[in-house]
């Protein structure tokens, strides 16, 4: 190696100049003299690298110019260009001449070629010619270009070589992945303890290692392998994680195998380098989503979650909480809303196992509160499931289910049945109860209230059970007082049940209408007929009895002398029963039907059957008065 060489024969000059007792003089020159140097110099059969060289002006140090001149040590314009120095050399050199920035005196700089080492190269050392140019000054100012020839050594190392292929790859944006290697031992000599060492050459790349025994990761960046014969072919694994923000393309995975050498030499080979695909990140989706939520109510949401890939997962279970009080939120334009009245009664909702493409369905139970607003609502979801290396995952982003919150509704729907009442009567009121809401309702009671002029003998009723959408019917008495106004009265009810997580609940006061009427007009009702009848005994019985004083009264009138006559019906005639027994035939009965005898209604007849005319009665009752009336003479006297 020539650096190897260039430092011996320094010691060797140093020793001489030691034993001669003078200094050790080294001659500089003015002008640029170039030394190029290539400290890691070892490769291997098959490799694609860059070896760097280190080139340095010699020129002296000693500048005498005046101010404005260029150094004549300086050397401008300076290219460099490697090549091998023969044919038959099996490393082919990549990059083309290189331009470098001006060199001054005793400048060392780096610069990188890239190379190309045949697979079937020999073991040995072989020189790579570096040809220098550039442009200086002299010391007498004149402008000169001139070429340094330089020559390097590269040596073929005859030990284990490796090379690698890509496997698998199953990196995921935001999550960890696992990377498996094959590597194969194409060298010319086994290897002992041997380590794979991995890693990553984007910062968005980055390999994990177990930080205790007990962690869930299987490998990390290194996996020991042990003896490696030639030709043999290993398998190694390493545990990567990429970035949330990462792209999902190809990313650079490096691996370099330490090893011993047959001599018992730490070795280490040269980097290794494949390409690993990765995928987007593992995402999830809320589709066909329904809800029945209403204000003051427990509700439903449903849909399904489907696996929009990459990767199969299992145990997906999604997860809804309102303990941050940012999880559902009212409104779609309000992301920091607290959600308290709308509340999951289940945080969970476990799906199982998703193929990629594959859908499932779920359902939440939604309470939403009474003093909740109705509108849209966004619920927040998340799905947390293994992922194909068993690890428990989250998404970094929630889920939003977009639901619509109803306006508050009536538990029961009530129908009244003949609610139909005429004043001062009553009866039987039937009530259909129908159960609006989407659960099953137990133990329902009704509380029935009455104000006047409405009354109930019986105000409750009990319902076992209704089941959403299913109707029952109870029976209220009613009465209705004579007092009431013919228009329409509230009757009053509410309900006690419970709820399907068997809550008790108690409903809004129910009214239901009913009609007051007046009393329809059928004729002569039972009373009033009855009333008529009393009048008209009572009359006839005061006729009869004060017939005597009728009689006196109404003399001389035709008509209304017949007044006299009247007896009432044998009934009343017994209560004088003096006058019944006697059988006095004179009496006169009044007829209050057609006669018989074809006489006219109303008249009246003697016990003989016969019916005097009006005119003699009239004749006879104007003699018997002047009968009475005493004579003016013999009142004057």
């Known amino acids: 190696m020539r650096r190897t060489y260039l430092v011996g024969l320094l010691l060797v000059l140093l020793s001489i100049g ?8 080294v001659a500089a020159s003015e002008n640029p003299d170039f030394d190029v140097y290539l400290p890691e110099n070892i490769v291997e059969p098959g490799e694609e690298t860059a070896i760097e060289l280190e080139i340095r002006n ?14 004549p040590g300086d050397a401008r314009d300076v290219t460099v260009d490697v090549s091998t120095a023969d044919d038959d050399i099996p490393v082919s050199v990549q990059t083309e001449t290189t331009p470098m920035p001006t060199m001054s005196s005793q400048m060392l700089l780096s610069e990188s070629f890239d190379i190309v080492v045949d697979e079937n190269a020999s073991a040995g050392s072989y020189e790579l010619e570096v040809e220098i140019d550039y442009t200086y000054t002299t010391s007498g100012g004149s402008e000169r270009t001139s070429t340094d020839t330089e020559t390097v050594e590269i040596v073929v190392d005859d030990r284990a070589r490796f090379d690698a292929d890509l496997i698998k790859s199953e990196l995921i944006v935001g999550d960890r992945g696992t990377v498996q290697l094959e590597l194969t031992n194409t060298g010319v000599e086994n290897a002992s303890d041997a380590v794979v060492q991995f890693g990553a050459a984007d910062q968005n790349l980055q390999t994990v290692t177990p930080t205790t025994e007990e962690s869930e990761l299987s490998t990390g960046t290194e996996e020991y392998i042990g003896d490696w014969e030639i030709n043999e072919t290993v398998t190694a694994t390493a545990n990567m994680e990429l970035a949330d923000d990462a792209v999902a393309r190809t990313y650079p995975v490096t691996a370099a195998v330490e090893f011993r050498d047959e001599e018992g030499v730490d070795q280490t080979s040269r980097e290794l380098r494949v390409g690993a695909p990765t995928k987007d990140q593992q995402s999830f989706a809320l589709e066909n989503v329904s809800s029945d939520l209403a204000v003051g109510e427990d509700g439903t949401v449903k849909g399904e979650l489907t696996n929009k890939g990459p990767n199969p997962v299992d145990g997906a279970v999604i997860v809804v909480d309102d303990s941050g009080g940012n999880d559902i939120v009212p409104d779609l334009d309000d992301s920091l809303g607290s959600g308290s009245n709308v509340y999951p009664r289940e945080g969970q909702y476990a799906v199982g196992q998703l193929e990629p493409g594959e859908s499932a369905p779920f359902e939440f139970r939604i309470g939403v509160g009474s003093e909740a607003e109705p509108g849209p609502r966004v619920i927040e979801t998340d799905v947390r499931y293994r992922n194909a290396a068993d690890e428990v995952r989250t998404t970094t982003e929630p889920l939003d289910a977009t639901v ?12 009244a049945l003949n609610a139909t009442f005429e004043r001062d009567s009553g009866g039987d009121v039937e009530l259909t ?4 809401l989407d659960e099953t309702v137990t133990d329902i009671e009704a509380k029935l209230f009455t104000n006047d002029p409405l009354d109930s003998s019986d105000d409750e009723a009990f319902i076992p059970a209704l089941e959403s959408g299913e109707s029952a019917t109870v029976v209220f008495d009613v009465s209705v007082e004579d007092s009431a106004m013919a228009q329409t009265y509230p009757l009053r ?23 007051v009427v007046e009393p329809k007009d059928d004729g002569l009702s039972t009373q009033a007929l009855l009333a008529i009848l009393g009048v008209v005994g009572g009359v006839g019985a005061a006729v009869w009895w004060f017939r005597d004083r009728l009689a006196t ?12 006559a009247i007896t009432i019906p044998n009934p009343l005639a017994r209560l004088r029963g003096s006058e019944a027994e ?19 209604r109303g008249s009246v007849s003697d016990g003989t059957g016969s019916t005097p005319d009006d005119t003699d009665v009239l004749d006879d009752r104007t003699a018997a008065q002047k009968e009475a009336e005493p004579d003016p003479a013999e009142t004057d006297h």
């Open 18 to 25: 030691l034993v001669a007792g003078s200094p050790l003089i």
């Open 582 to 600: 006697s059988g006095d035939d004179s009496a006169v009965e009044t007829r209050f039907s057609e006669p018989d005898d074809g006489s006219e």
């Open 553 to 564: 009264a109404v003399e001389g009138v035709p008509v209304l002398g017949r007044l006299a």
């Open 493 to 515: 009810l509410d309900f006690r049940y419970d709820d399907a997580r068997s809550n008790s609940q108690l409903t809004d006061t129910y009214r239901v209408p009913i009609d």
């Open 404 to 415: 619509d919150v109803a306006p508050e509704r009536d538990e029961f729907a009530l129908e």
């Open 433 to 436: 109860v129908t159960n609006q």
């Open 58 to 71: 010699g020129a002296s140090a000693e500048d005498d110019t005046e101010v404005g001149d260029t150094p």
